[in-house]
């Protein structure tokens, strides 16, 4: 009894490794693939890849009860998959993690983030794994119908993001307010205390689905690429993470997780 009960583990065990790479959300990684010839990855010792994200950005990152959920929580997991790494993740604020992986506090930084001139100053970024639109939120009937209207507005952004840089640049931080998450910023947008949510298409769709009385306007602001940001003295690993973004690509898994979340 106990002998087949073992066999039975072992088992689930076995069947469990082989759904982890489609498996969503979790805290950990599923762990002890060995690491592909060439990939630049040690083998044998365990070890961990840790990421920083801000999960609160559907359906990139975001909370599903106590799990993680969402496309970079997924594409993480499948690169700690190819490195035999185990994930770790910190879900930190937003403007905080460019710094925080320039000191070498976490290894990679990924949470829809987008590549910028000035963030390339501070850190390296991969190839990219995904495109993100910045898009204008505004109330059912408000007068704001093109980027021009802004120029008028009382804009919400969630701060530090390439919404909160580029609306000031091109309006004026007088006519910015930042707030600590995109949901903050649409809660105001909901009060009345601005008029408009400029922020990434996808969390944007998130946001409106979410919450009555609210639309997307027509008109895009920007057209942005995704990548995971990395130390500029960490080339190893960016090597790595490229290397595994291309099996990933190549193997129809990243179409594939892009997909579970995204129509
Ligand atoms: N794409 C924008 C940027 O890079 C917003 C990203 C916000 N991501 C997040 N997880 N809150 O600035």
Known sequence: MKKKLLVLCSVLMIAAMAVALTACGGKSGGGDTPAPAGSGADSGEAKTLSMATNAAFPPYEYMEGNEYAGIDIEIAKAIADYMGAELVIN??????????????????????????????????FSDTYSTGVQVIIVKEGSTIASVKDLADAKIGVQMDTTGDIYCCGDFGDDHVTEFKTGADAVQALITDKVDCVVIDNEPAKSFVAANEGLKILDT????????????????????????????LKASGKLDEIISKYIN
Do not use: H, P, W
């Open 91 to 124: 879900d930190v604020e937003f403007g905080s993690i460019i710094g925080g992986v320039q000191s070498g506090k976490y290894d990679m930084g990924i949470a829809g983030m987008t590549v910028t001139e000035e963030r390339l100053q501070s850190v390296n």
């Open 220 to 247: 895009a602001y920007t057209v942005e690429d995704y990548a995971i940001c990395i130390a500029k003295d960490n080339e190893d690993l960016l090597n790595t993470v490229n290397a595994a973004l291309k099996d």
